[in-house]
């Protein structure tokens, strides 16, 4: 059974950068591409960004494009998360996902979930 593990999230002020890694286990983590959504109190989940099992495609939603950056480890089993800039608005927990469907940025395109890892950004 895959199982994603995420780490990296906490308590960071704005125009700060936090770095989130999501490891996955019990499966070949090049069979799979992997997103990263978050979801803020009060809200739905969103889409934030996402990676072909190839890295050959990339995508990021506007609101993080040009501050977060998303990349890919096969040797470690690990997805990687950069945020940088951090606003008070990109608080939220933040969910690693692997799929195997062409469409990315769609939360029904991802058969397994991480349980998640917090990111606050205020002052």
């Known amino acids: 059974q895959v199982q994603l593990l995420e780490s990296g999230g906490g308590l960071v002020q704005p125009g700060y950068s936090l770095k989130l890694s999501c490891q996955l286990s019990g499966g070949t983590f090049r069979d799979y591409g992997m997103g990263w959504f978050r979801q803020a109190p009060g809200k739905q989940r969103e889409f934030v960004a996402a990676i072909s099992w190839n890295a050959g495609r990339l995508y990021y939603a506007d609101s993080v494009k040009g501050r977060f950056t998303i990349w890919r480890v096969d040797a470690e089993n690990t997805v990687y998360l950069r945020m940088t800039s951090l606003n008070p608005e990109d608080t939220a927990v933040y969910y690693c996902?692997?799929?195997?469907?062409?469409?990315?940025?769609?939360?029904?395109?991802?058969?397994?979930w991480g349980q998640g890892t917090p990111v606050t950004v205020s002052r």
């Open positions: 996902a692997a799929g195997q469907k062409y469409i990315m940025t769609e939360a029904d395109s991802y058969d397994y």
